[in-house]
DNA sequence: CCAGATCCATGCCTCGACGGTATCAATGTG
DNA sequence: CACATTGATACCGTCGAGGCATGGATCTGG
């Protein structure tokens, strides 16, 4: 990959895109035009793309130009938020970042732990269904609330609960009519799950089954949220209820995170084994 | 704002980082070593604290480091998932992003969307409680689906919908144990509001709640998603509903987003009228 | 139709940043 | 105490960013 995108080049891009003139942009970026047309050929040639679409009377986005310059705020906005808090770490402040899997609300342990902790900042880190551990492992999450299946080699977990499972089915399907299901009922069916089909979004799942490309089986406080009139939810009476875990990376036991964990223990009151050897 | 963070010497930061060794992180760089000693300690004088406690036999993060490695992973993120997309706007394929008030589902305008143009990539935005209409002004989403009240200059809206709203208070609270209330109760009550408490997320908002720090008026479709046994949600009897609102840039009649809105508008096939001038 | 204005592009120069090699200084090891 | 390891420093060559002058294209007014 070839990440080395030159943050200055893109606000001179920015600066153009916005002013739509290089002389206008290059007054704002105290830096003479033919600098800044230079700096823009430059910018395209590493990307691969023409940006502008110009002659000598006026200056017009590409379609890849505008995407870019939509694309630019979101990188902005990304990087002032992280030299900020990298600011804050220098000074002292501490910092947690608590994951969770779609569904799942913010629990009592990090009420209990805010509360106990209001110097820590707490942020919360929404997760995508296809990558539930990957933020705990590279760092942008440190600890999280997870539901199974996920990979547990370098993490350490603490059962927290159980959801149990419902099937989702399209009010035309034939089982529709059904006040329960067994997972008897279900062989055969086309079941849409994480490995077999990558959904973006909870939402796009649900368009899939409401075109008949198959069933799912979602967690209960996840189908309440999102009723719709072309799908019914059924009870499957033996399907194993799915364990929602917290989780750690194994190598993490510095400050923040020992101390949510001990909250977290003390909050649960239940048989909280770790699944790992628990280290000072 | 000093936004020019060189994103050669955050990967060389973050070759250090994980290998806890300059040479060998030089190797993996293919650059020689001293450069690499050079550029760290240029790229801490740049952003002002040191990233790196180091003698000739170790290398440690400090915690600003440590901040600092956690935040690449974001920015990397971004900027991989950024040039992608411009890659796929100058390949010519196209893209909405639909940003979404918390709360509110996808909806049925983007459903039949999505189903007459397959070939547009479609992306939804979460929207922050603070940020109503920001991500629509700045690029980073084409469409959204707002709650009142927001600005309203430079976009144009379609109503789309009505939300009553609910009180939220503690089970503390004298007015709990009553089944509805109207707005007179709440005289003298303590009001959360966006403007009078910045809260991050809608549980902390909730939090705030529950702890006794004053009320809440929320919609009923939060107030479901959200039950907690320490806080009550009673209808108010004279509260006027919320009014969601499909919106979009006034200068954006482009492609999809024209499109989205011709959906959009044959959808609702309810009084939708426009609040702005529809240019051609 | 032409002179002038406007505006982006090109050529040439200077300077600073990046990268390489050689070497020093500090620390741990047998 | 000799030696290896490792990060830091010194010095040098190259490349790119920025400035200035100018060219070429296009629009406008007379």
């Known amino acids: 990959m070839d990440l080395d995108l030159d943050l200055r080049k893109l606000r001179y891009f920015v600066a153009v895109a916005e002013h739509r003139h290089f002389g206008r942009a290059a007054q704002t970026l105290f830096i003479a035009q033919p600098v800044l047309s230079r700096q823009i050929r430059a910018f395209e040639q590493e990307l691969g ?42 000074r002292g402040e501490q910092r947690l970042v608590v994951a969770f899997s779609p569904g799942l609300h913010v629990s009592e342990a990090i009420r209990v732990y805010a509360a106990e902790h209001p110097e820590v900042e707490i942020d919360v880190f929404p997760l995508r269904w296809w990558e539930q551990d990957a933020p705990l ?57 994480v490995r077999t089909r990558r959904t973006s979004s909870l939402d796009e799942k649900f368009e899939l089954i409401a075109a008949g490309q198959g069933l799912a089986l979602v967690p209960l406080s996840v189908a309440g949220s999102y009723s719709r ?5 059924l009870p499957v009476t033996d399907a194993l209820p799915v364990e929602t875990c917290l989780a750690v990376p194994e190598n993490a036991c ?11 223990a003390s909050t649960l009151r239940r048989d909280a084994r770790p699944s790992g050897p628990v280290g000072a």
């Open 49 to 90: 793309c023409r940006l502008f679409e110009r002659t000598t009377r006026s200056v017009e986005l590409t379609p890849a130009g505008q995407r870019l310059y939509e694309e630019a705020r979101s990188i902005t906005t990304v990087v002032t938020a992280a030299l900020r808090r990298v600011h804050e770490a220098e």
């Open 229 to 233: 009139s072309d799908l019914v939810h």
């Open 254 to 264: 510095a400050g923040p995170v020992r101390d949510f964990l001990d909250v977290a």
């Open 137 to 193: 492992r590279d760092g942008r999450a440190h600890v999280g609330f997870l539901r199974r299946p996920f990979e547990d080699s370098g993490l350490r977990t603490v059962p927290v609960g159980h959801e149990t499972k419902v099937a989702c089915l399209p009010v035309s399907h034939p089982l529709a009519g059904r006040h329960a299901l067994t997972s008897a009922d279900l062989d055969g069916e086309e079941i849409l799950d």
